[in-house]
């Protein structure tokens, strides 16, 4: 069974940096999806980077640029590396998985997904 925990979330400056970090317990398989979403208060979870067995990524519009997916080799941790933050990326951060998923194709809806971790809150002022 694969269980996924958040870290790495805090309160920064709009302008500033940040990595968030999904430890990634049991295996997720040879081919899998792997995403990050955010969510605020009384807003539905919005998908914001997927990445695929092949290291092929995706982004929404609203992080193109700025966010950036990773995952280390052993399939062990998944990374949001997030620059120039703005006061809108105030959320909690989720990370989610699907494996054993043989498809180039990761879909950024949240029902896509089916293994979530607790989530990280980030808080972004200026």
């Known amino acids: 069974q694969v269980q996924l925990v958040e870290s790495g979330g805090g309160s920064v400056q709009a302008g500033e940096s940040l990595k968030l970090s999904c430890t990634i317990s049991?295996?997720?398989?040879?081919?899998?999806?792997l995403a990050w979403f955010r969510q605020t208060p009384g807003k539905e979870r919005e998908g914001l980077a997927t990445?695929?067995?092949?290291?092929?990524?995706t982004y929404a519009d609203s992080v193109m640029g700025r966010f950036t997916i990773s995952v280390d080799n052993a399939k062990n941790n998944l990374y949001l590396e997030m620059n120039n933050l703005k006061d809108e990326d105030t959320a909690k951060y989720y990370c989610?998985?699907?494996?054993?998923?043989?498809?180039?194709?990761?879909?950024?809806?949240?029902?896509?997904?089916?293994?979530w971790g607790q989530g990280t809150h980030l808080v972004v002022s200026s």
């Open positions: 049991g295996n997720v398989g040879s081919w899998y999806c």
């Open positions: 989610a998985a699907r494996p054993n998923y043989y498809s180039r194709t990761c879909f950024s809806g949240e029902k896509f997904y089916n293994t």
């Open positions: 990445i695929n067995s092949w290291r092929t990524t």
